[in-house]
């Protein structure tokens, strides 16, 4: 184990230049919502897929004060947060917490977490895929012009195929949504129920894709709205009947686990530090 | 005489570099729309033609006579080097839409036009049923309603005699003529004012291009839909147009009505495309 006090890196791993030019592209992100503004990707300790983006922004808002979260899932002790949250800890020596009202930045693997955010938060996405027209248009250079002349036809075609096929929009996570009347963005992986959330947030909510080299940024109070035709309605995962097997919440993300009940099914919360507060509570209720 | 639908007035397209003399050679003694200084090949030029609302204008020409250019410079498909359209139902014609916005010419495409190539592969995605191919032309206009969209494309595909159990497969798994009637219902749904066909019905055996041809006919009498037709098939043209234009070497080197130009060709090049037609 490396000693926290003499690591040989610059304070949060990326060199200064670096860090500038990844907070001149978040910048002009934050100018056009929802616009994918390419940046330099570094090579890092860790594989591009495993949250290099993401990483690469919070390496650089990240300050001396700053205090932390990372979860993966919504699980601040799952593999890739911890090991996120080590390499982060070991250059810079920041100060992390599980606590989603304590954390200035909150990076996130494919969920937000339930508590409700500030307006002095960050929260960070480590995004596999920022293009959401790449399902149906392969060309780099087709994107490019279908976002420059919100070309969207195609995307509400595949919307009217999933429900002509199958009577329904299909799409599960990455539910694509189209930001402040303009471009559309892949909502990282987050599931549909986490979609609304980003509609006129009062944080704001930063985008990365390392191996894809892009940045994109929903700013504070900015208006996104799920894709849906108008008579088939955007619709969030349905739990109704369904509660967490360890703290009985009903109005939370939840997650399938086989179990040996009678139905073969048991649930819990998808975000760990909301469902052992939420126990908490309502044991000091009781 | 109404208004034109669609003016269009000298239109040029060199492919290739071009240079001072591309138009000057004389092609027809060449025999052929090759630049003989810079190699350019001559798409068209000097094109200058009128389509008046609801009639069907022909184009012939053999292959390479630059019939298909004016027609994808129409759509937008290919850029003109020079030359003005002026369409009707665009600000009442006062404009050259040539200049448009890529966003207007997409519009332009969408709602104002349709167009059935020859090869269902350009007009159609083979990925997607049917259905969702005409719904695509409705979704890119803005349409956003599931259940008016689909009475709409039903009712196209009732009119070109689509079979009713067959909207959701993919057009990779119709024939020919059915391919066809696909794209014919595609090209309508929206509306357009416009139809551009080229060569619908190449490729496809007589007893099927005699049913779609009907359709055509149909479809130009009921709709009162405006169309340049796209043949090198006198046949076709005869039984579907009354008016006709003979390209060569990318010009017009004749146009009248059908009638007169099929029994008096003026040309010789006309007359020996007449007379090579089999009876």
């Known amino acids: 184990m490396m000693n926290k006090t003499d690591y040989q890196y610059n304070f949060a791993f990326l060199d200064e230049n670096t860090k500038r030019e990844i907070r001149r592209c978040i910048i002009k992100a934050v100018c056009i919502p929802g616009f994918q503004v390419p940046f330099?990707?570094?090579?890092?300790?860790?594989?591009?897929?495993w949250g290099t983006g993401g990483l690469q922004i919070t390496l650089s808002v990240i300050g001396k004060e700053t205090v932390l979260k990372v979860i993966d899932q919504g699980d601040d002790d799952s593999v890739n947060a911890v090991n996120l949250k080590r390499l982060i800890i070991s250059t810079t020596n920041i100060k992390t917490t599980e606590d989603t009202k304590e954390a200035d930045i909150i990076q996130s693997r494919h969920r937000i977490t339930e508590d409700s955010l500030t307006e002095e938060q960050i929260y960070i996405f480590q995004v596999p895929l920022p293009e959401p027209l790449r399902k149906v248009e392969p060309?780099?250079?087709?994107?490019?012009?279908?976002?420059?002349?919100?070309d969207y036809g195609k995307m509400y075609v595949k919307l009217y195929e999933d429900i002509l096929h199958h009577g329904e929009i299909t799409i599960g996570a990455d539910y694509p949504a189209l930001v402040n009347e303009r471009y559309i963005i892949a909502t990282s992986p987050i599931p549909r129920w986490d979609v609304p959330r980003l509609n006129l947030s009062e944080n704001l909510f930063l985008f990365g894709a390392g191996r894809e080299r892009k940045i994109y940024a929903v700013p504070p109070y900015t208006k996104v709205e799920p894709l849906s035709l108008e008579d088939y309605p955007f619709r969030k995962e349905d739990f109704s009947g369904k509660e967490c097997?360890?703290?009985?919440?009903?109005?939370?993300?939840l997650n399938e686990l086989p179990s040996e009940d009678d139905n073969g099914k048991s649930y819990v919360c998808s975000d760990s530090f909301y469902c052992r507060t939420n126990k908490l509570k309502s044991k000091d209720g009781t | 005489m109404s208004q034109p639908i669609l003016n269009v007035k000298n239109l040029k397209k060199v492919f290739g570099t071009g240079c001072g003399i591309c138009l000057k050679n004389d092609y027809f003694e060449t025999?052929?729309?090759?630049?003989?200084?810079?190699?350019?090949?001559?798409?068209?030029?000097?094109?200058?033609?009128?389509?008046?609302?609801?009639?069907?204008?022909?184009?012939?020409?053999?292959?390479?006579?630059?019939?298909s250019t004016v027609l994808n410079i129409?759509?937008?498909?290919?850029?003109?080097?020079?030359?003005?359209?002026?369409?009707?139902?665009?600000?009442?014609?006062?404009?050259?839409?040539?200049?448009?916005?890529?966003?207007?010419?997409?519009?332009?495409?969408?709602?104002?036009?349709?167009?059935?190539?020859?090869?269902?592969?350009?007009?159609?995605?083979?990925?997607?049923?049917?259905?969702?191919n005409a719904a695509e032309r409705l979704l890119m206009a803005g349409s956003r309603n599931f259940s008016s969209i689909q009475d709409k494309v039903h009712d196209y595909f009732g009119k070109v005699?689509?079979?009713?159990?067959?909207?959701?497969?993919?057009?990779?798994?119709?024939?020919?003529?059915?391919?066809?009637?696909?794209?014919?219902?595609?090209?309508?749904?929206?509306?357009?004012?416009?139809?551009?066909?080229?060569?619908?019905?190449?490729?496809?055996?007589?007893?099927?291009?005699?049913?779609?041809?009907?359709?055509?006919?149909?479809?130009?009498?009921?709709?009162?839909?405006?169309?340049?037709?796209?043949?090198?098939?006198?046949?076709?043209?005869?039984?579907?147009?009354?008016?006709?234009?003979v390209m060569k070497h990318g010009r017009i080197i004749e146009a009248g009505l059908t009638d007169r130009v099929i029994d008096d060709p003026l040309e010789s090049y006309t007359q020996t495309l007449v007379h090579s037609a089999l009876q």
């Open chain 1, 40 to 49: 330099a990707s570094r090579e890092l300790p860790i594989f591009f897929g």
């Open chain 2, 161 to 245: 005699e689509l079979p009713v159990n067959r909207y959701k497969d993919f057009p990779k798994f119709f024939s020919g003529g059915m391919q066809q009637r696909v794209q014919i219902a595609k090209a309508l749904v929206s509306g357009p004012s416009l139809l551009l066909l080229d060569e619908p019905t190449g490729g496809l055996d007589v007893s099927v291009q005699a049913k779609i041809l009907d359709l055509i006919r149909s479809i130009s009498r009921e709709l009162k839909v405006a169309m340049i037709l796209v043949s090198h098939d006198m046949q076709v043209i005869r039984l579907l147009c009354k008016r006709i234009i």
């Open chain 1, 139 to 150: 060309k780099e250079i087709e994107t490019r012009r279908m976002h420059g002349e919100k």
């Open chain 2, 31 to 67: 025999n052929d729309n090759i630049c003989s200084s810079c190699g350019s090949i001559i798409g068209c030029t000097g094109i200058n033609f009128e389509v008046y609302p609801g009639e069907i204008l022909g184009i012939v020409g053999e292959s390479g006579s630059g019939k």
């Open chain 1, 245 to 253: 097997g360890i703290c009985g919440s009903r109005d939370s993300y």
């Open chain 2, 74 to 132: 129409i759509n937008y498909n290919i850029e003109a080097d020079s030359g003005e359209i002026n369409f009707s139902g665009y600000k009442n014609g006062l404009f050259n839409i040539l200049n448009l916005s890529s966003q207007e010419k997409r519009k332009m495409q969408n709602v104002h036009y349709g167009i059935v190539y020859q090869n269902p592969h350009l007009g159609l995605n083979f990925n997607i049923s049917s259905e969702g």
